[in-house]
């Protein structure tokens, strides 16, 4: 049986895609993001490691992994990769009108104990970072790369303010 990195290898030549470009199908429980630096990938890794150990439903993280290709004989370059669970689900503007309500008081819910950990949820906009698997009827938050600690108290209440006040959700207008 092969192994998951020889799994990446094969996901990422035959261009594999799950979901979105930079998301490789890699094994039946395991998706792969690839990213440019292996800083960018390991900062989305530890993110999400700490997240799922405090219980916020993201996918749980494998392992980070940089492969090396050769372009035209000549030209090699790294590309890093984060090992992570697979989301059967889908964004939440494709979702069922029936589930919509539960997705959008989930989010709410997972974002609201992200603040409390006293990390910014930037550009954690539900309608593309997240997406809800109906069978479970579970939202995950999947993108966290350009999260970062709040550095103050004003800051945590002015982010606090920012996804629950008026203009919150301007991207995804829904009848909830």
Not at 63 to 76: D, P, R, S
């Amino acid at each position: 049986m092969p192994d998951l990195i020889d799994l990446l290898k094969k996901a990422y030549s035959e261009g594999n895609r799950y979901n979105h470009e930079r998301i490789y199908d890699v094994s039946e429980g395991v998706v792969a993001k690839s990213f440019i630096t292996q800083h960018e990938a390991i900062y989305e890794f530890e993110f999400g490691r700490e997240l799922h150990s405090k219980g916020i439903q993201v996918p749980k993280m494998n392992q980070v992994e940089g492969l090396e290709f050769t372009i035209a004989l000549k030209n090699y370059y790294d590309l890093w990769f984060l090992l992570m669970q697979k989301i059967k689900g889908m964004t939440i503007g494709n979702i069922a009108e029936a589930d919509r309500s539960d997705a959008y008081r989930q989010y709410r819910e997972q974002i609201g104990k992200v603040l409390d950990m006293g990390i910014n949820p930037i550009d954690s906009d539900w309608h593309g970072n997240s997406m809800y698997d109906s069978d479970e009827k579970k939202l995950y938050l999947i993108y966290f790369g350009q999260w970062s600690r709040i550095g103050t108290a004003t800051d945590l209440e002015s982010e606090r303010e920012r996804v629950s006040g008026p203009l919150a959700f301007r991207y995804n207008r829904m009848s909830i």
